[in-house]
């Protein structure tokens, strides 16, 4: 528990820092898995197909996750819900890196999707509540950028372990998520609950002693005002049918909209499969493709941190238009390269690389944030969270999909004569020894053309519905809608 004293500006750094952690676990888990699949999959022997199964194992136990905590959190508090997904980050990382054959570690995967589901909505949930108003957006920020840092410390975690001599160099990777999970474990403990949680619960005295560390001195008391009145309006606990009211259907089809463009874009067929994509392409051996994976993260990574910038001084549509064309541009161009993999040689492989860059570029900058601002922007206060819930459940259900069916459609749009052949070492357990054979891939480019088919059908759908919120108060917007005016009219 944090000491009582006098008011000190950094102490919500501190606490949202740590906080925070849960942003990387949630990145580092959802990233992991891209550079032990080549791996595990050759230890186990496994087709496309049960690759699917585990990486989707994971999004599954994520959607439960994120369902439950809501409820949970109100229950128990914040910060006991985090602790809970600590330990299940720690003990879901064990478990995967001991897991004994494929199904073991799909259950395990399904496990360590609980922590990730939690930690997305309860992370921001408590940085939120316990962050001074001035500098609250820039600190939940935070959670964003350490999901992105989360996904790149995987792929050099990944990079690290990565033997391709060894079948089961996968095992400490997945076990390397140990320490980042001990880190929020132990750090959590050290941690306050949030200040509006306890006076929920008539623990008014304990909620002043944390605001009196954290907010200045001259407001405290008008905080303790302002959240008596926010948990006097919860109490008025709105029906789940109110956002499907015929005045709301415009957000509503904006919230699941915007997470279906998000996703159906392919991004995660990168984030999880990155390093497939690359052997693919040429680049020999499951470590060069991590290789690959790592340069995304890094990317990724800075253009986000961009995106910091871009979001409030361009606008979300036009945001969403300049990022969805960059997008639709380099998914055209990877389809090519990969449809021409004969002609082009070894260049091939290093136009893959670049076109990928470039389609995470344009997505950090874009559907990456805007995905997460735009519903919470769009729903009436009082079913925001609500609204907000329908939004994240819809990413996680997509996000699944997506992971689900990637082999499926390579698969389905592979012409047959054109699959690209890879010599793989595959582990023989019958003599204990590796051989080489060669593995029909299919051809990725019918994938990826497919997914920039849906990112034009976007551009389309966002000219209709994509509101520009850039400016508006939440109030207009609310009014726009009652309005029954249509989401593009809704102007500064």
Not at 217 to 223: A, D, L, N, T, Y
Not at 256 to 282: D, E, H, L
Not at 349 to 373: E, H, N, R, T
Request: avoid cysteine.
């Amino acid at each position: 528990m944090m000491k009582e004293g006098t008011y000190n500006k950094n102490v919500v750094v501190v606490i949202a820092a740590v906080a925070a952690t849960g942003g990387l676990l949630f990145g580092f888990d959802t990233g992991v898995i891209s550079g032990a699949i080549p791996f595990f999959q050759q230890n186990f022997q496994l087709s496309n197909s049960m690759i699917e199964n585990i990486t989707t194992a994971g999004l599954l136990g994520a959607v439960i996750g994120a369902a439950f905590t809501g409820r949970l959190s109100d229950i128990f508090g914040r910060k006991k819900t985090i602790l809970t997904a600590a330990v299940i980050f720690v003990v879901g990382a064990v478990w995967s890196g001991w897991a004994p054959n494929a199904h073991v570690l799909m259950y395990a995967r399904l496990f360590i999707g609980l922590a990730i589901g939690i930690s997305s909505f309860s992370v921001p949930l408590y940085i939120a509540e316990i962050s001074p108003s001035k500098i609250r957006g820039r600190l939940v920020s935070l959670f964003q950028l350490l999901i992105t840092i989360g996904i790149l410390v995987s792929y050099l975690s990944d990079l690290a372990f990565a033997n391709n001599n060894d079948v089961e160099s996968w095992r400490p990777m997945l076990y390397a998520g140990v320490v980042p999970g001990l880190i929020l474990l132990i750090g959590i403990l050290f941690l306050p609950e949030t200040p509006r949680w306890l006076i929920s619960k008539g623990r008014e005295e304990e909620g002043r002693r944390i605001l009196k560390r954290i907010e200045e001195p001259e407001i405290v008391e008008k905080s303790i005002q302002q959240i008596k009145t926010e948990i006097e309006k919860d109490k008025e606990r709105p029906n789940f049918s109110e956002v499907f009211r015929p005045w709301l259907r415009n957000a509503l089809i904006i919230a699941v909209g915007i997470m279906f463009v998000q996703q159906f874009v392919g991004i995660n067929t990168v984030i999880y499969y990155s390093p497939k994509i690359f052997m693919i392409a040429g680049f020999e051996g499951a470590r060069a493709g991590i290789w690959g994976s790592v340069s995304v993260g890094v990317v990724n990574v800075l253009f986000t941190i961009l995106s910091l910038f871009l979001i409030d001084k361009i606008g979300r549509r036009k945001l969403y238009f300049i990022g969805l064309s960059g997008i639709i541009i380099s998914l055209l161009a990877l389809g090519l390269v990969f449809a021409l993999h004969t002609q082009l040689g070894d260049t091939g492989k290093w136009l893959a690389i670049v076109f990928v860059w470039i389609y995470i570029a344009f997505f950090a900058i874009s559907l990456g944030p805007l995905g997460w601002l735009i519903i919470s922007e769009v729903f009436p206060l009082r079913i925001r969270g609500i609204g907000t819930s329908i939004g994240s459940l819809s990413n996680w259900f997509f996000n699944g999909l997506v992971a689900f069916t990637f082999f499926k459609i390579i698969k389905l749009f592979t012409v047959h004569g054109t699959g690209i052949i890879t010599q793989e070492k595959l582990y023989d357990a019958a003599t204990n020894s590796f051989v080489t054979k060669a593995v029909d891939n299919g051809n990725p480019a019918g994938a990826f053309w497919f997914y920039a088919a849906i990112g034009i059908l976007a551009i389309i759908w966002g000219y209709f519905y994509l509101p520009e919120t850039k400016g508006v108060s939440l109030e207009k917007i609310e009014e726009h809608w009652r309005q029954g005016k249509k989401p593009r009219d809704l102007k500064e």
